[in-house]
């Protein structure tokens, strides 16, 4: 079993930087792969970037693909989504999700841990 807190959000201004924390607890989670999936009001969620167990590998959506950046520090058992140049349609509870020895998948249903989630809320 794996534990996901999700901590960094907030309110900022559009053109403003974010960095979302997912913080795990329970198993190892070097050999997790992990996701940021994101859900507007009234709107699906829907995958955000991913990296894959081994941190070889990432993924985003072509929507934050130069502005937001997935990273992974094992040794702190964390995964950041550093976000940049961020704009209102950016808006939404932002959470992290885990699968072991995963690659970076876009698919919610490849994740079996998932957080709470994160507040986002940009205004312009």
């Known amino acids: 079993q794996v534990q996901l807190v999700e901590s960094g959000g907030g309110l900022v201004q559009a053109g ?33 970037a991913a990296i894959s167990w081994s941190g070889s590998s990432t993924r985003y959506t072509d ?15 964390s995964v950041y989504l550093q976000m940049n140049s961020l704009k209102p349609e950016d808006t939404a509870v932002y959470c992290c999700a885990a699968e072991p020895y995963a ?9 079996r841990y998932w957080g709470q989630g994160t507040q986002v809320t940009v205004s312009s």
Not at 21 to 39: D, E, I, L, P, Y
Request: aromatic share 12%; charged share 25%.
């Open 16 to 48: 403003g930087s974010l960095r979302l924390s997912c913080a795990a607890s329970g198993r190892t989670f070097s050999n997790h792969a992990v996701g940021w999936f994101r859900q507007a009001p009234g709107k699906e969620r829907e995958f955000v």
């Open 63 to 77: 929507s934050v693909k130069g502005r937001f950046t997935i990273s992974r520090d094992n040794a702190k058992n």
């Open 103 to 111: 690659g970076a998948s876009t698919y919610r249903a490849q994740y």
